[in-house]
């Protein structure tokens, strides 16, 4: 785990790697197997520089160890780049960033949910729990690691499986309402179909593998757009 005194210890040891008029602008961590944590600092101008316009700024990078050393071997940047940028893909994929949402959806639909909709409960019940344990990986300062994305492929199955069930009960809650307004269980039909449609539009856990893969081609990018600008010299020995 990485504290906030740790980041800004990150922080001001990148500093002095800064050009005129830049700063720290970003912290990114990660542990590339398990020998330590690499803090990846982007160092540009400030977010609320009015001169940018609506151009994105070319960062430079700076990688520090836990000594505010920062690293010259290119292979152990690169690893650090690869991995919080795998890690924070495998993040969207799963639904992360708006698995709260999702879970509190869950949970309106459950206030309206009687004890004789047993199985539709449960299946409520399963999506509430599945969104919980996805949101609970953005709390926090995230360190990323080869571990991490496991935990979050897991997150993902437990958001796909659910979510599939809660179709399927949905489904039949539809199927059994009269058409009317007034029906009683219509408000709940639709607190399920918001539960669902939050799910759709955040995106498709089921495809988390493939997300991954996907996004294979921009994570290398990454890294050698980090290598590229990175602001000390570099043993390039090893890198690929």
């Avoid at 330590?36 to 609506?54: I, K, N, T």
């Avoid at 639909?109 to 019940?125: F, H, K, N």
């Amino acid at each position: 785990m990485a504290s906030e005194d740790q980041l800004l210890a990150a922080a001001a040891a990148a500093k002095p790697f800064a050009t005129a008029g830049e700063q720290v602008v970003g912290v990114l961590v990660a542990d590339p197997f398990d020998r330590g944590l690499v803090y990846l600092c982007a160092l540009g101008p400030p977010a609320e520089d009015d001169d940018l316009g609506d151009d994105v700024p070319e960062l430079g990078w700076i990688a520090v160890d836990a000594d505010g050393l920062a690293l010259a071997e290119a292979r152990r940047v690169q690893e650090a780049a690869m991995l919080a940028a795998l890690c924070e893909t495998a993040e969207e994929a799963a639904l992360v960033p708006d698995a709260a949402e999702i879970a509190e959806a869950a949970e309106r639909a459950l206030a309206l949910a009687g004890e004789e909709r047993a199985d539709l409960r449960a299946a409520l019940d399963a999506a509430h729990v599945a969104a919980l344990a996805a949101a609970a990986h953005g709390d926090g300062l995230r360190v990323a690691r080869t571990g991490y994305v496991d935990e979050l492929a897991a997150a993902a199955r437990g958001l796909s499986a659910s979510a599939e069930a809660l179709q399927q009960r949905g489904s039949e809650l539809s199927a059994s309402l009269t058409g009317d307004a007034l029906d009683p269980a219509e408000p709940l039909a639709r607190a399920v179909w918001e539960v669902l449609e939050r799910v759709a539009a955040a995106g498709s856990p089921e495809r988390f593998s493939d997300a991954l893969g996907d996004a294979a081609q921009a994570i290398s990018a990454f890294a050698e757009d980090v290598l590229a600008h990175y602001r000390a010299e570099l043993d390039e020995e090893g890198a690929a």
